[in-house]
């Protein structure tokens, strides 16, 4: 197992912002398991994040799991440098920490507000930046950020939301223009709707309304957004790009 670990160090060093539920956990794990070298950050949710670092652990995988609030500047530096000093370098930014709130525009209270620009896009522009001396210095480097499909379509009582996810897909737009010469590439994944705890909010009624909605005749599942992570990452030539896995809900 050892022999595994070690040899196991060459591969590439990735950050997955909220990894400890959801679709990001499932990122983490996929990961892990083609040997990739990750690094889960995490929030709250401490016990989920000991459970997939142990779980990864006894395959004989490369997991360091590291707390941090991604929505404030300091935290995620130290995040950076605990990468660092564990790994040595860093390969892939996997920004998908996020949070969603459903509410008429009109309610939206300033904080509220201010909370979701700084945990699902000031984040991302936080890691994004404190990642990009290594990549430039490497001039190699991919990352990649989960937009969602109401960042392209706009969801009604979602605006905030769709706000931050839209800004995601410009950033990402503009971002693959100017790290493109630095052969870092920045890409968008755009799901529709993934079952996961953020959609707990919705009957089964209505679920099985959106899933009449969907083509593929099912709900999204955190595999199908990992699976796609795996492609970017491997692929070499697709950047700027904002590429909607939705099972067809939206084309
Ligand atoms: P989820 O199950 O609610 O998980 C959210 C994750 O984000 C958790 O790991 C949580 O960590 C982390 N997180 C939240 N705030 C954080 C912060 N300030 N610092 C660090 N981590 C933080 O949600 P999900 O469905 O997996 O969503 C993951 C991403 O996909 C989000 O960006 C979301 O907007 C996007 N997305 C989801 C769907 C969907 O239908 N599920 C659709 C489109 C896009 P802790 O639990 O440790 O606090």
């Known amino acids: 197992m050892e022999g595994n670990r070690e040899k196991n160090i060459v591969a590439k060093v990735v950050i997955v912002t909220g ?3 959801g679709i990001g956990a499932e990122i983490v794990k996929q990961l892990a398991m083609e040997n990739y070298n990750v690094v889960l950050n995490y929030h709250q949710s401490e016990k989920q ?3 997939i670092q142990n779980n ?3 395959k004989g995988k490369n997991i360091e799991i590291f707390q941090a609030d991604v929505s404030k500047r300091d935290e995620v530096k130290k995040l950076v440098e605990f990468t660092k000093q564990k790994f040595k370098t860093i390969d892939v930014l996997i920004n998908n920490a996020g949070i969603s709130q459903e509410k008429l525009f009109t309610q939206i ?3 509220e507000w201010n909370n979701m620009l700084n945990t699902n896009l000031n984040s991302v522009f936080y890691c994004t930046q404190e990642v990009l001396p290594e990549m430039i210095k490497k001039q190699n480097g991919c990352i990649i950020n989960i937009s969602s499909i109401w960042g392209i379509t706009g969801g ?3 605006v905030a939301y769709s706000t931050v996810k839209a800004g995601i897909n410009g950033m990402t737009k503009a971002l693959a223009k100017e790290l493109g010469p630095s052969q870092i590439r920045v890409n ?4 529709g709707i993934i079952d996961t705890q953020m959609n707990d909010n919705l009957s089964i009624e209505e679920k099985e309304e959106i899933q009449k909605e969907i083509p593929l005749n099912r709900i999204g599942k955190p595999i ?3 699976k796609c992570v795996k492609w970017l990452i491997e692929d070499e030539y697709t950047t700027g790009q904002v590429i909607s896995v939705n099972g067809g809900w939206y084309i």
Request: net charge negative; glycine share 4%; proline share 5%.
């Open 19 to 21: 990894g400890s539920r």
């Open 56 to 58: 990864l652990l006894e």
């Open 156 to 158: 009604s009582c979602e």
């Open 109 to 111: 209270e300033d904080e």
């Open 188 to 191: 968008s994944i755009a799901p």
């Open 224 to 226: 199908d957004i990992a």
């Open 49 to 51: 994040a000991k459970e």
